[in-house]
T-cell receptor
Framework: GAGVSQSPRYKVAKRGQDVALRCDPISGHVSLFWYQQALGQGPEFLTYFQNEAQLDKSGLPSDRFFAERPEGSVSTLKIQRTQQEDSAVYLC???????????FGPGTRLTVL | SQQGEEDPQALSIQEGENATMNCSYKTSINNLQWYRQNSGRGLVHLILIRSNEREKHSGRLRVTLDTSKKSSSLLITASRAADTASYFCATDVVTGFQKLVFGTGTRLLVSP
């Protein structure tokens, strides 16, 4: 595709529900990143994949957050037992081999009631 | 946690004026990048400056980098209403892979 796509664009969940957020990176991009952006703040790093390998998950806020990229393309960020503090925009980005620039998707705005 | 601060937090100017935003960071970097974010949308990459560069231009954008002061500035010349957005600096810290650490952002409003 032309760019990074994410779905859904908006998600409302009741506290305690599980959610799954999808990211389709640009074709051929081996690196994939997830970021969390709270209202009025800059994005904060969650996790990084190189192909299917999750090389860094140091930014995941708790063990309720889980990310996967089983075939080295599409990635899913799963949040179990959502809490109100999980409300944020979740951004996905990808970059090509040896590339410095990350290309961001439009984000998924998650609201936990 | 955020890498550093951006200054000012908000900036309001008239079309045709120049806008200057500053960014400070804390750790050694490979490069520093500036991104724009329109309300409710994703981030758009504007410009990248490497740690061994001091100034870079791209169209109406001018970026400077002072690694001794751990600071950068973004200048937008002859601003337009379409430049209204939030601007973030992001540092690519020295970790072995490209992990971006973002600043807190500057909200720019350009009035016609």
């Amino acid at each position: 595709g032309a760019g990074v796509s994410q779905s859904p664009r908006y998600k409302v969940a009741k506290r305690g529900q599980d959610v799954a957020l999808r990211c389709d990176p640009i074709s051929g991009h081996v690196s994939l990143f997830w970021y969390q952006q709270a209202l009025g703040q800059g994005p904060e790093f969650l996790t990084y994949f190189q192909n299917e390998a999750q090389l860094d998950k140091s930014g995941l806020p708790s063990d309720r957050f889980f990310a996967e990229r089983p075939e080295g393309s599409v990635s899913t960020l799963k949040i179990q037992r959502t809490q109100q503090e999980d409300s944020a925009v979740y951004l996905c980005a990808s970059s090509p081999p040896l590339g410095d620039t990350q290309y961001f998707g439009p984000g998924t705005r998650l609201t936990v009631l | 946690s955020q890498q550093g601060e951006e200054d000012p937090q908000a900036l309001s100017i008239q079309e045709g004026e120049n806008a200057t935003m500053n960014c400070s960071y804390k750790t050694s970097i490979n490069n520093l990048q500036w991104y724009r974010q329109n309300s409710g949308r994703g981030l758009v990459h504007l410009i990248l400056i490497r740690s061994n560069e001091r100034e870079k231009h791209s169209g109406r954008l001018r970026v400077t980098l002072d690694t001794s002061k751990k600071s950068s500035s973004l200048l937008i010349t002859a601003s337009r209403a379409a430049d209204t957005a939030s601007y973030f600096c992001a540092t690519d810290v020295v970790t072995g892979f490209q992990k971006l650490v973002f600043g807190t952002g500057t909200r720019l409003l350009v009035s016609p």
